[in-house]
Each structure stands twice: as C-alpha cells, then as structure tokens.
C-alpha cells in the first residue's frame, strides 16, 4: 500500500468518526500561524486518546509535551467539571499559543501548562506529591509525546506520578520501523527501545505497542496499564 492510500484511509475514518470542530481546526491554524511544526496526532488519533481518558474514567491526566495544544483539547475534553490536566512543555513560545488554543476551547479552567526542561517539571510534581499527598491524587492517564531520547526516565516519573490502575501511553514508538534494530545508533532510537524494555520488564506494567499508518506516515504507539 501507498501513503496516498493509507491517507485516504485516515482521511474516511477521520470525516466518519472526528470530524473537525471550530476549537480543533483553530489550534491547527494557530499552530501553523506561530511556524511550529507538524507534529501533532493526527485526528483519529487525538479521538483514541479522548476515548482512552474517557474510559478511564480518568480525573487527573499528565501530558509530557504540549507543542501547541492539539492533543491537549482532546484528552481535555474527557475530563470531568472538576477534572485536571497538567501538560509540560519546553518552550515557552509553543506554551503561549497552546494557552490560546485551550482558552479558545473553554478548558482554560481545567488545564495548566507547565514551562520548562520536562524532567525538571516531573520533578517539581514529584516533589509536590511527597509534601501534600491529601490534595495532590495520582493521576489516572498519562500522554507521553515529548523528546524521545528521555523517554526512560519519562516512563519511570509516570510510574511515581501514577496510581494501580492508570494508563500511560507513549507516543512514536516505531521510528520507521528502526526500533526492531538493536544496532541502530539514533538516540531517539535508543531512547525509545530503552522505555520499552522498561515497560517490558517492570513488574508493576503491563505493556503492549502497536504498529499504525496514516496520515502521520508509519509510526506506532505503546500502551501500558499500571499494575497492583
């Protein structure tokens, strides 16, 4: 099969079941305005990920990598009135707009953008858990789309940050097909092949990762459910 039509699978599935709303469809403009690159999900993938929370149930969900709010309004979305969502970005002009995309979309009172190095930020969280462990839950969901050469240490910080029972997903993880190459020497590579033998073999994850084409071209993702 061509890319043309794996695009024009993604675009079928896309118009049958996300169609674009206004909010949606603004932050992709905005994105594109402020010249940040294209690399958010792709829309049935940003519905995947609001059905995932959503299913969930989840109240609390962590975002590693905010770029300019995309994905951001689609797990949003799944959370309830008094839900929360923190999302970590690095860069302080890619914050800005995303501010502007989730205010655009009403979920300015749901949602904190935290600016910064993201281990920096995990930290901090991490830091604030251990203080006030009475008013700062777990959180039941975490999006993992950030740099891929710390994907380890973003895994090991959603397992502190997380509880039994939470999903964490983690974005990217195919590579082209170059993470079944253990010879690769791409440090993005190497990162993403680090996190998933972690998820592989730590005892308190149960992982599985999927191979998927589209719009993004050939690209995959790792899901992992938080064990007891």
Same mark, same amino acid.
């Given at each position: 099969m061509?890319q043309? @039509?794996?695009?024009?699978?993604d675009d079928?599935? /896309?118009?049958?079941l996300?169609p674009p709303?206004d909010?949606?469809?603004?932050?992709l +403009?905005?994105?594109d305005?402020a010249?940040?690159?294209?690399? &958010?999900?792709?829309p049935? @993938?940003?519905k995947?990920?609001h059905?995932l929370a959503?299913?969930q149930?989840s109240?609390?969900?962590?975002?590693i990598? /905010?770029?300019?709010?995309?994905s951001t309004?689609?797990?949003?979305?799944a959370l309830p009135?008094d839900?929360?969502?923190i %999302?970590? !970005?690095?860069k302080? !002009?890619?914050a !800005?707009?995303?501010r502007? &995309?989730l205010? +655009?979309?009403?979920?300015d009172?749901?949602t904190e953008i +935290?600016?910064?190095p993201a281990?920096?930020? $995990?930290a901090?969280l991490?830091?604030e858990?251990? !203080?006030?462990t009475?008013? /700062?839950a *777990?959180f039941?969901?975490?999006?993992?789309?950030?740099?891929?050469?710390n &994907? *380890?240490q973003y895994v090991e910080?959603s397992?502190?940050?997380? +509880?039994p029972?939470?999903?964490?997903?983690?974005?990217?993880v195919?590579?082209?097909g170059?993470?079944?190459?253990?010879?690769?020497t791409d *440090?993005s590579?190497r990162? %993403?092949r680090? =996190?998933?033998? $972690?998820?592989?073999?730590? *005892?308190?994850?149960?992982? %599985?990762?999927v191979q /998927?084409?589209?719009?993004?071209?050939?690209?995959?993702? =790792?899901?992992?459910?938080?064990l007891?």
């Amino acid at each position: 099969m061509s890319q043309q @039509q794996w695009n024009s699978v993604d675009d079928y599935f /896309t118009g049958l079941l996300a169609p674009p709303d206004d909010a949606l469809a603004a932050a992709l +403009r905005d994105s594109d305005a402020a010249g940040l690159p294209r690399i &958010n999900v792709a829309p049935n @993938q940003g519905k995947l990920l609001h059905l995932l929370a959503l299913t969930q149930g989840s109240r609390r969900i962590l975002e590693i990598g /905010t770029l300019g709010g995309y994905s951001t309004i689609w797990l949003a979305r799944a959370l309830p009135a008094d839900g929360h969502l923190i %999302t970590l !970005e690095y860069k302080p !002009e890619h914050a !800005e707009v995303a501010r502007g &995309n989730l205010a +655009r979309a009403g979920l300015d009172k749901l949602t904190e953008i +935290r600016v910064g190095p993201a281990l920096e930020s $995990l930290a901090a969280l991490g830091a604030e858990h251990a !203080e006030d462990t009475a008013n /700062t839950a *777990p959180f039941d969901f975490v999006f993992i789309d950030a740099d891929k050469v710390n &994907n *380890p240490q973003y895994v090991e910080w959603s397992l502190k940050l997380t +509880r039994p029972g939470s999903l964490i997903v983690l974005d990217n993880v195919v590579r082209g097909g170059a993470v079944a190459d253990p010879d690769d020497t791409d *440090p993005s590579v190497r990162g %993403t092949r680090a =996190a998933l033998d $972690l998820m592989a073999r730590h *005892p308190k994850l149960s992982a %599985t990762a999927v191979q /998927t084409v589209g719009i993004k071209g050939y690209d995959g993702f =790792a899901l992992a459910r938080v064990l007891d």
